[in-house]
């Protein structure tokens, strides 16, 4: 089972890498040379920048995780869900600085 899933990670990591490259070999070449005029796709480029390699990192330890025990595996999860928290709700992470009196 775990070799099942590792190796569904290791595919989906693989795809999500190569599209984190070509957004940005994109949007790099579009800069020097016009060739994307369509605002919609440079906006869904900057949104892939933004995000895939939050989601690559997340997707790399998730894949590291499933090979290991339990607690590493936990360990994990909660560090993934601290850097998402972080990113996607500042406040939310401001609250528990003023809570723990940082």
Known sequence: MKDTVSKFLDGLTKLLAFVTIVAYAA?????????????TVLEYI????TYAPLALVALVGVEFAVKRTFIVQLIIYILI???VVIQFFPDTFNAIRAMAGI
Do not use: E, K, L
């Open 27 to 39: 949007f790099s070449v579009n800069a020097n040379w016009t060739f994307i005029t369509n605002i």
């Open 46 to 49: 900057t949104y892939i920048m």
């Open 81 to 83: 869900a601290g850097v």
